[in-house]
């Protein structure tokens, strides 16, 4: 059964740094594709990063240059490194496996970014 | 980047009756070498992750029921639930998985009338 378990959300003061994990199992993380997808309060889903099975990856535009994905294969884990975070980042992060289309989903990790 | 656009924002129907939502994407998003539109449907109900409903536009996921239906092709794209579920009140939505970024659009929210 494919399991994703995303941890590591919290509180964190504007300008600070977070890690998100999520450890997956059932399946390999290095023959996905792996995503984040976040949730502000109240808002729709907005696609943040993505993983590609040869290690290539992209983020939207309004984390570019702060937020880095990245994978350990041995762990079975992708992790998303939040820098410089800003209230606008406070919201669910959810992990997701894909197979081109989002198929599975973890419970997501609340981050929010406030003084 | 390719916009996703939905319509309506939201939508009440009555138990039974049919429930249609509208996805328009700014490019297409049909790759022509193998004639699949790269567009993706999920629901998501309150305090829950989102769920994936149809893939290929029109593939249903294997265990949702046969009530929900995706059509479309190109730019413009249709989710309808046939006979509306008390259990189907969520918010829908559509994601191009065609270019990165994979964006989804603004989401519709359905409720019993």
């Known amino acids: 059964e494919v399991q994703l378990v995303e941890s590591g959300g919290g509180l964190v003061q504007p300008g600070g740094s977070l890690r998100l994990s999520c450890s997956a199992s059932?399946?390999?993380?290095?023959?996905?594709?792996m995503s984040w997808v976040r949730q502000a309060p109240g808002k729709g889903l907005e696609w943040v990063s993505v993983?590609?099975?040869?290690?290539?990856?992209y983020h939207a535009d309004s984390v570019k240059g702060r937020f880095t994905i990245s994978r350990h294969n041995s762990k079975n884990t992708i992790y998303l490194q939040m820098n410089n975070l800003r209230a606008e980042d406070t919201a669910v992060y959810y992990c997701?496996?894909?197979?081109?289309?989002?198929?599975?989903w973890g419970q997501g990790s609340l981050v929010t970014v406030s003084s | 980047d390719i916009v996703m656009t939905q319509s309506p924002d939201s939508l009440a129907v009555s138990l039974g009756e049919r429930a249609t939502i509208n996805c328009k994407s700014s490019?297409?998003?049909?790759?022509?070498?193998?004639?699949?539109?790269?567009l993706a449907w999920y629901q998501q109900k309150p305090g829950q992750p989102p769920k994936l409903l149809i893939y290929?536009?029109?593939t249903r996921e294997s265990g949702v029921p046969d009530r929900f239906s995706g059509s479309g092709s190109g730019t413009d794209f249709t989710l309808t639930i046939s006979s509306l579920q008390a259990e189907d009140v969520a918010v829908y939505y559509c994601?191009?998985?065609?270019?990165?970024?994979?964006?989804f659009g603004p989401g519709t929210k359905v409720d019993i009338k």
């Open positions: 993983i590609f099975s040869d290690g290539s990856t």
């Open positions: 997701a496996r894909a197979l081109d289309y989002y198929i599975n």
């Open positions: 290929w536009a029109s």
């Open positions: 059932g399946f390999a993380v290095s023959d996905n594709y």
């Open positions: 994601q191009q998985y065609y270019r990165t970024p994979f964006t």
């Open positions: 490019q297409s998003v049909l790759y022509s070498s193998n004639n699949k539109n790269y």
